[in-house]
């Protein structure tokens, strides 16, 4: 009898066993989603291009000077009008710009400026219906948010990496000390510069710029820098209209208020800064302004910190009078400051 039962049981195992496959198949085991970002890649990348820079070098055989590849970095379509954006230092030494797009185009770009102290360059081409990055005003980078760097290292070809935004506001990371940086992980590698940081929509988050080494080390730590979109776009407009950045300037150097000298005063640190050096004929020296002056005040809103201050201030128009609150030997005082233009 337990023969014909088992025979039987395995009889129905067989006959039935695809029905009860499919069947969890289709209903009831799924696969997780994949967590994918090729919409925002689909949307970016062709508007990321390669660069190369070339330089005239004397020639072996003669006089002649001949075009010699340079150097190598990546750049950004931000209009129809085929303005890319990129880092100054990309195009510095360049007597001719080509620009590859992810299409297979080539183009020679011109020069329409350059800006030291942002390390920012604008290019300009000349094409039909260019590919233009997505962007967004009204996006605010957060600490926590996935971004994708996008661009050309080591002229592989164009290369993504991922990581998050682990900082923003980072200051003093440049020769100038002006950036306002977002700090990321996604991998920065020669070539990379002037490309894309991307958020997980596809809009463009800021521009790749460098890497973070210690001391004389090549080394790196996946700490990498990106200059903000909206400081990037600012610098890019100025550009546009005047070939260059004009900015105002107060003539000093200052450092942040310490928290020890500011409680001395009886200030918060948080919302002052001290004048340490001020340039000979410059704006602030004509209106009286001294060295270990305390700035309270720039046209009656707080000196937050020194590099809002100081952008506010390049934000001011050369020639525009300004009022600005100092304390002295404890005393309160208001000068009035013709802004100055700062030079590069």
């Known amino acids: 009898m337990k023969p014909i039962l088992w025979g039987l049981f395995l009889a129905a195992v067989i006959i039935y066993s695809p029905t009860i496959l499919k069947h969890f198949t289709n209903n009831e085991v799924q696969l997780p989603d ?12 062709p508007s990321v291009v390669n660069i190369y820079s070339q330089q005239y070098i004397d020639s072996s055989l003669g006089t002649k000077q ?23 230092h990309v195009i510095a030494q360049a007597d001719q710009i080509l620009i590859a797009l992810q299409d297979g185009r080539l ?46 290292p080591y002229n592989l070809g164009q290369t993504i990496t991922q990581g998050v935004i682990s900082a923003t506001g980072r200051g003093g990371m440049s020769s100038t000390g002006r950036q306002d940086f977002i700090q990321t992980d996604a991998a920065i590698n020669e070539g990379n510069s002037g490309g894309a940081l991307i958020n997980s929509r596809g809009e463009l988050v800021g521009i790749n710029t460098s890497e973070f ?24 407009q100025g550009i546009i209209k005047d070939g260059r950045v004009i900015r105002g300037s107060l003539g000093i150097e200052a450092e942040n208020l310490d928290p020890l000298v500011a ?10 800064i001290i004048v340490k050096k001020i340039t000979e004929g410059g704006p602030a020296q004509k209106a009286g ?31 525009t009078e300004t009022e600005i609150t100092i304390i002295r030997k404890g005393k309160e005082r208001v000068l009035n400051v013709r802004i100055g233009e700062l030079q590069q």
């Open 213 to 236: 080494y210690t001391g004389n080390s090549n080394v790196t730590y996946g700490i990498s820098f990106a200059i903000p979109y909206r400081l990037a776009s600012r610098v890019m």
């Open 263 to 272: 409680r001395l005063w009886g200030l918060e640190a948080k919302n002052s």
């Open 34 to 45: 994949i967590i994918s970002y090729s919409d925002a890649v689909k949307k970016s990348a």
């Open 66 to 88: 001949q075009l010699q590849p340079t150097g190598l970095g990546s750049g950004i379509i931000l209009d129809a009008g085929g303005h890319i954006l990129t880092n100054h």
């Open 289 to 319: 302004m001294l060295k270990n002056d305390i700035i309270l005040k720039i046209d009656n809103k707080d000196a937050v910190n020194l590099l809002l201050t100081m952008d506010k201030i390049a934000n001011i128009k050369p020639g």
């Open 107 to 152: 183009f020679t770009a011109n020069i329409i400026g350059s800006d030291v102290i942002t390390d920012l360059a604008v290019l300009q081409i000349d094409g039909e219906d260019l590919p233009v990055m997505p962007q967004n005003a009204d996006y605010t980078p957060e600490i926590g948010d996935v971004v994708l760097a996008i661009g050309n």
